[in-house]
């Protein structure tokens, strides 16, 4: 009975601890992270995945760029734009994913003007040829007549710093200030913005703010629809493209009945338009929920240059809601989403005008917070005073009983009432009630074990995951320094690559490279740090001190390496193209630990050895070779056969360095080719020593012995050069790279 007593005292207790977690008392961070998760499974299993029609994204991709030229474009190209898509298209209306901030000067009309002023001042023709050419040239002035008189909304930016400086103009807001006065309601506020140039806004139907709201794990599952600047409200890129859409029907604010000390009622906001009432649910910050169809490409893409060029069908956009945005990488509007990590921000504006227009939109109203609290307790008051009094096998049916009532209550309001009910305060408490009751005492014993498999099970080989677990005082995650050893790897030409794959080829061309090689990281005990695109970083000597550091790096350097050849004859049959990749590696001191912001850390090495270990990888192209380690790393590791490929100062080092390429243990490399690379090394010391032709003959006999290795044939041009060109009577032999 007392065993019991104590049982139910931590099960009301527990209870109470979700109870006001769900009550917003307190914030537990874990649970908010988990119920995010949970949402995000919800909606994939929930979205219809289906193409929206209406909505047409123009996309100002890596084609357009490569055929119009970099990003911003003139904006003579921004108003044949606007001519094609209206006049010959058709389209019912525009919207702007991008801001026009500055001025757009690249026509040349202001140096003609100042050499008008100047030189030829007096030169009539000049002057006259000058005055019929300039309404040609004033690029903001065609742009501004291109949009002026049609259903074209700009988009912009706000942004909170403390010493920002607001540029361009606001449009009109939709709510002006002090119009919520009195109502305790909290708007999302900045104290900055980045609008459009005057004469723009001016001739526009209309502006939105393109923000959204990232969650804590930085996520994008919110937009704020209106939002506080100075006082007054402005509305969203995606409400400000319905409202002109439908004619600029007024934006109403929806209050719920009754009044609440402390709570503004601001639940929804309102349309009346031609085709009926548009309702917007919106929550305490007056954002609401993006209706995600799918994952990226739930709207149709049509290139920016398909457009210019008239090489799209009229069908595609006739009578369509156009974006204007990109998916190119190199202009940074990717965002991390319930659907993808990573996905185009454009197709965020998207979704919600999609959502708005079908009202599909999932509401989470104030008096759900009540729902929960109120569900919360009852339930685990039930559990609590329940469990202890059965035997484990009922115990197991009780909370799965519990667990299957509160999800099939949280599935019914959300496909029937278009509610969101967050449950994982539920779902984790009956979780840790059955804990509790039936394994306390392993729970108790053991969690410091489970929270090193969750923080590391993702980085880190299963194997070490297993050490630390059965080791936890081993393990730490404040920042230290230690000697350790990073590995970059990187795919050579691989801007090129996405190039000539579609989205979804090019995803799971990533995933078939990605993950062997991950393997051959894992494999020799490797931590991996982080994707980056393309790239692989990884270090060694951490979480767990690991003594051969440098000697697993290298070796899953040139397994990678091995690896990768033998998925090519894969990738051509898929009808990829050819993978190659460098992989630098380097050691020495660095920090590791968790390192980021309030919003989010990860576990990560920083330091002047990691830069370093990025820009041997760099240069793993200029010397035809796959893995380059530095002297810290070759002198670590004395099994090993190195051919020294030169003495270079890097980027952003002032000191030179030695770099090598490991060729392999040295019980294993041919005598021969160990003859070779001594041949080389001779080939370096007199090319220190300036005896270019006692150079260029060695060179000569190892590019007979050895044809393919393209470092040979680098030394002969460099000592052409030096032939041509000698170099100064202090030349140390050191190569420059100016680049990264």
Not at 196 to 225: C, I, K, S, W, Y
Not at 399 to 416: D, E, I, N, Q
Not at 479 to 492: A, H, K, Q, W, Y
């Amino acid at each position: 009975m007392k065993k019991n007593a104590i049982l139910i005292g931590l099960g009301l207790l527990i209870t109470l601890l979700f109870a006001g977690n769900a009550a917003r008392l307190y914030q537990l961070t874990v649970v908010d992270k988990l119920s995010a998760i949970l949402y995000d499974y919800r909606l994939q299993l929930t979205m219809p995945r289906t193409l929206d029609e209406r909505i047409v994204i123009i996309d100002i991709d890596e084609k357009s760029l490569k055929e119009e030229g970099r990003w911003p474009w003139s904006r003579d190209r921004l108003s044949l734009l606007m001519d094609k898509l209206f006049d010959k298209y058709g389209v019912l209306v525009v919207g702007f994913d991008v801001v026009f901030a500055e001025k757009d000067e690249s026509s040349g009309l202001r140096v003609l003007q100042k050499i008008g002023q100047t030189q030829l001042k007096d030169n009539a023709p000049f002057q006259a040829a000058l005055a019929h050419i300039q309404p040609q040239l004033e690029y903001d002035k065609l742009f501004a007549n291109s949009i002026k008189n049609r259903n074209v909304v700009l988009g912009y930016y706000m942004t909170n710093h403390k010493d920002a400086n607001a540029s361009g103009v606001l449009p009109e807001p939709v709510f002006p200030a002090g119009m919520f006065k009195g109502r305790p309601i909290e708007f999302t506020a900045w104290n900055s913005y980045g609008a459009n140039l005057p004469e723009l806004q001016q001739a526009a139907a209309g502006a939105g703010h393109f923000n959204h709201l990232a969650d804590t794990d930085g996520v994008v599952r919110r937009v704020p629809m209106v939002a506080e600047y100075n006082g007054a409200y402005y509305e969203s890129l995606s409400l400000a493209m319905v409202r002109t859409l439908f004619g600029h029907p007024e934006l109403l604010p929806g209050f719920a009945e009754g009044k609440t000390a402390g709570y503004g009622g601001l639940e929804w906001l309102e349309l009346d338009t031609a085709a009926g009432k548009l309702r917007i649910p919106v929550d305490a910050e007056v954002a609401t929920l993006v209706p995600y169809r799918g994952g990226w490409g739930s709207f149709r893409y049509i290139s920016a240059a398909d457009v210019l060029h008239d090489r799209v069908a009229m069908g595609q956009l006739s009578d369509k809601i156009v974006l204007v945005g990109t998916t190119a990488p190199g202009l940074l509007d990717l965002r991390a989403t319930p659907v993808a990590e990573i996905y185009p921000g454009v197709e965020v504006h998207a979704n919600m005008i999609s959502g708005i227009l079908d009202q599909n939109l999932k509401e989470r109203p104030a008096y759900m917070l009540g729902a929960r609290v109120v569900w919360l307790l009852l339930l685990g008051i039930a559990l609590s005073f329940l469990l202890p009094h059965l035997t484990p096998a009922k115990a197991i049916l009780a909370s799965l009983g519990a667990f299957a009532l509160t999800m099939g209550m949280s599935l019914a309001v959300w496909y029937y009432g278009n509610l969101l009910m967050p449950v994982i305060n539920s779902l984790l408490m009956v979780a840790m009630l059955f804990a509790l009751n039936i394994s306390y005492g392993y729970f108790v014993e053991s969690r410091t074990k489970r929270q090193i498999t969750g923080l590391f099970g993702q980085y880190v080989p299963s194997e070490l995951v297993e050490e630390m677990a059965a080791n936890p005082a081993s393990v730490s995650m404040e920042g230290e320094s230690r000697e350790m050893t990073i590995l970059f790897s990187d795919v050579r030409g691989f801007t090129t690559i996405s190039e000539g794959l579609d989205p979804k080829e090019l995803t799971l061309l990533m995933n078939e490279f990605l993950t062997p090689l991950s393997r051959v990281v894992y494999k020799h005990r490797g931590t991996i740090d982080k994707y980056m695109g393309d790239c692989i970083m990884a270090f060694w000597g951490a979480p767990l001190p690991d003594a051969t550091h440098a000697r697993n790096a290298i070796l899953a350097g040139i397994e990678m390496q091995a690896t990768l050849k033998t998925l090519q004859p894969h990738f051509k049959e898929r009808g990829w193209p050819e993978i190659h990749i460098g992989v630098g590696i380097n050691s020495g001191r660095v920090s590791v630990g968790n390192m980021g912001s309030e919003v989010r850390v990860a576990y990560t090495v920083m330091g002047d050895e990691v830069n370093l270990a990025s820009r041997l990888e760099g240069i793993t192209k200029q010397y035809g070779v796959g893995v380059i380690v530095g002297e810290n790393t070759k002198n670590a590791v004395t099994d090993f056969v190195y051919r020294e490929l030169d003495h270079v100062r890097v980027k952003g080092k002032e000191k030179p360095i030695a770099i090598y390429e490991p060729v392999g243990l040295a019980s294993e490399v041919s005598k021969d080719l160990q003859d070779e690379i001594k041949l080389f090394h001779e080939v370096r010391r007199l090319y220190r020593r300036q005896d270019w032709d006692q150079a260029e003959l060695q060179l000569m006999n190892l590019q007979r012995m050895a044809p393919e290795t393209a470092l040979y044939g680098i030394y002969a041009k460099r000592i052409a050069y030096f032939r041509k060109n000698p170099p100064a009577a202090d030349w140390d032999g050191v190569f420059v790279f100016q680049t990264k």
